[in-house]
């Protein structure tokens, strides 16, 4: 790879990553250094004959100052539309499981972040994500693990369009990492709460944890990188979770997940399912609208069996029903729980 890197993609690379040219040339080279210790020789333009070997020169340097492999270095100057993300995880990312967990995981974090894009801020995620979100999803790449190293890393492809959803999940991501790091640093669950508007879920809290470790207790790091082709006065410094701050991530996604489904709500929609449980306890599947948006459908707890049989003709007629009521949660499941006259059959098929 390192062959075909271009001056110009060189130059931007090391004028992006803190390295300043000096002024004039030295046979022709532009001068590079890093603080008082590293220089880099960048030929005058492509094609030279020795333009090869300078190259590899030029990334081995590179890959030497930032303690990463020559592959990954030469993959972030070829790439200067593309967004990087990358996580630094607890216990590292050699071994096979390790590197399936955060992968897995950093596609659920960047999800849950392009979804609050998309849809607004909630503070749960439910069913399949929205098309955009997946298409951006199929764009991402993966760049060289490092041999050996706690790191993982994602490329968004910025595309075309002066506002890519790839970069505004990113942007929107970095803001509710701080949110969460600062309300983990607290040890301040009602800080996760109010993290929710800055795009903070229970998706991307039980996301997150998972690069805490197995037992949630090792410290990680969140890091970007900005494209130089699309510049950003965004900081690219990483966020950093300290030691214990996966356990409470982990309990802020289940409260996230309990608080939203707390409150009154209604659904209007079609009877797909319905249950006698015995000793009165009558209760039918709505799928339709829902009223917060919590979820795509909802069982509703009847309050009679009077209900009960109305909601067996509505569903044998293929009629619409609104139910409305308190949401609670059950042996893991959300209910609409209705009162006498909550549950109404529409007279329109």
């Known amino acids: 790879m390192t062959g075909v890197l271009s001056v110009a993609d060189i130059s931007g690379y090391l004028a992006a990553s803190g390295w300043v040219r000096r002024p004039g040339t030295w046979r022709g080279a532009s001068v590079w250094v890093h603080g008082d210790e590293h220089e880099i020789l960048v030929p005058a333009r492509d094609g030279m ?19 990463r492999s020559r592959a990954a270095v030469a993959a972030d100057v070829a790439a200067p539309a593309d967004d990087v993300q990358w996580y630094r995880a607890a216990g590292g990312t050699g071994g096979l ?6 992968l897995e995981s950093a596609k659920d974090v960047l999800g849950a972040a392009a979804r609050a894009v998309v849809t607004g801020p909630r503070a749960v995620f439910e069913g399949p994500p929205p098309r955009p979100v997946r298409d951006l999803l199929d764009t991402v790449g993966v760049a060289p693990f490092e041999p050996g190293g706690d790191r993982v890393a994602l490329r968004l492809p910025l595309g075309d369009g002066p506002d890519p959803l790839g970069r505004r999940a990113l942007v929107l991501l970095r803001g509710a990492a701080l949110r969460l790091s600062a309300a983990a640093d607290a040890g ?17 809290c039980r996301a997150l944890a998972r690069f805490a ?32 701050a996966g356990r409470l991530l982990g309990r802020a996604g289940f409260r996230l997940r309990r608080l939203r489904f707390a409150g009154e709500a209604s659904v209007t929609g079609l009877v797909d399912a319905l249950r006698d449980d015995g000793g009165g306890r009558f209760r039918v599947h709505v799928r339709g609208t829902v009223t917060p948006d919590v979820a795509r459908a909802l069982w509703v707890r009847l309050p009679d069996a009077a209900t009960y049989d109305r909601a067996i003709a509505a569903h044998r007629e293929q009629r619409a ?10 042996h893991g499941h959300t209910e609409l729980v209705t009162g006498p006259g909550e549950f109404r059959v529409r007279a329109d098929p």
């Open 49 to 67: 004959g020795d333009g090869p070997r300078r190259v590899r020169e030029i990334v081995a340097a590179l890959a030497a100052v930032e303690g």
């Open 97 to 102: 499981t390790a590197a399936l967990t955060a």
């Open 188 to 204: 301040d669950l009602a800080g996760f709460d109010a993290s929710v508007g800055s795009g903070a879920s229970a998706n991307l």
């Open 213 to 244: 470790g197995p037992d949630g207790t090792g410290p990680f790091e969140v890091g970007f990188r900005w494209a130089r082709a699309l510049p950003r006065d965004t900081p690219q410094e990483s966020v950093a979770f300290g030691p214990g």
């Open 321 to 330: 029903v609104t139910a409305s009521g308190g949401l609670t949660v059950e």
